[in-house]
């Protein structure tokens, strides 16, 4: 089966500061997936990349997956308070129809 | 509001009883799912079904059961030999299955705690 090793599984970040998060797969990826999670609320759906190379950004946050797709980052410009919380990675199977692996995430804080 | 519906938000159980927590979504979605969350270990597949009247189980089926009879819902009931089932649960969907580049979209997820 597919894993997700994410790593940090914490960080902690002065408000305005970069950071990166990054998620790495033992297989090639079909599809990868980010999520934001606040403590014991759903996933927010971030964005999903599904080719190599790909790159996507919403706001201040980028989200890369490298060429052999088995890398992806996601990246944090000039971070916020409302950028803390858990970010997830999840990857699809080559079919998808088994929902999507995860890998244990990655906490972020931002101090002020 | 178009979204995945979960109830309740919090629940306590006792030892030996069982338990349903409910999703309903209105996003016409084909695909549902239900994951446990657990501190440190991230998001496990419990079951999915991909279409109304099928379900298959997923990484940590044991002590759960689940039906499909409409569309729209997607039932989890976790069972008395379930051995630890204090964690977070989080219903999903999608518009279908079998497709990589489907968006999976969560619920807010119910607190099972066993008392």
């Known amino acids: 089966s597919q894993e997700l090793e994410q790593s940090p599984q914490s960080l902690i970040v002065q408000e305005g500061k970069n950071l990166t998060i990054n998620c790495t797969s033992s297989?090639?990826?079909?599809?990868l997936y980010w999520y934001k999670q606040k403590y014991g609320e759903g996933l927010i759906f971030l964005m999903m990349?599904?080719?190599?190379?790909e790159e996507k950004s919403h706001e201040k946050i980028t989200a890369k997956l490298d060429e052999k797709k088995q890398q992806s980052s996601l990246h944090i410009t000039a971070s916020q308070p409302s950028h803390a919380g858990i970010y997830l990675c999840?990857?699809?199977?080559?079919?998808?129809?088994?929902?999507?692996?995860f890998g244990k995430g990655t906490h972020l804080i931002i101090q002020p | 509001d178009g979204g995945i519906t979960q109830s309740p938000k919090y629940l306590f159980r006792k030892e030996g009883q069982n338990v349903t927590l409910s999703c309903e979504q209105n996003?016409?979605?084909?695909?549902m799912y239900w994951y446990r969350q657990d501190p440190g270990q991230g998001l496990r597949l419990i079951y999915y079904?991909?279409?109304?009247?099928?379900?298959q189980k997923g990484d940590i089926a044991e002590g759960y059961s689940v039906s499909r009879e409409k569309k729209e819902s997607f039932p989890l009931t976790v069972t008395s030999a379930q051995k630890n089932p204090t964690a977070f649960y989080l219903c999903?969907?999608?518009?279908?299955?079998?497709?990589?580049?489907?968006?999976?979209?969560f619920g807010e997820g119910s607190w099972l705690t066993v008392v």
């Open positions: 990349l599904q080719k190599g190379g």
């Open positions: 996003l016409n979605h084909d695909a």
């Open positions: 297989k090639t990826l079909y599809g």
């Open positions: 999840g990857a699809a199977s080559g079919g998808g129809a088994d929902g999507l692996t």
């Open positions: 999903a969907s999608s518009i279908v299955a079998g497709y990589s580049g489907n968006t999976i979209y």
């Open positions: 079904s991909q279409i109304v009247n099928d379900f």
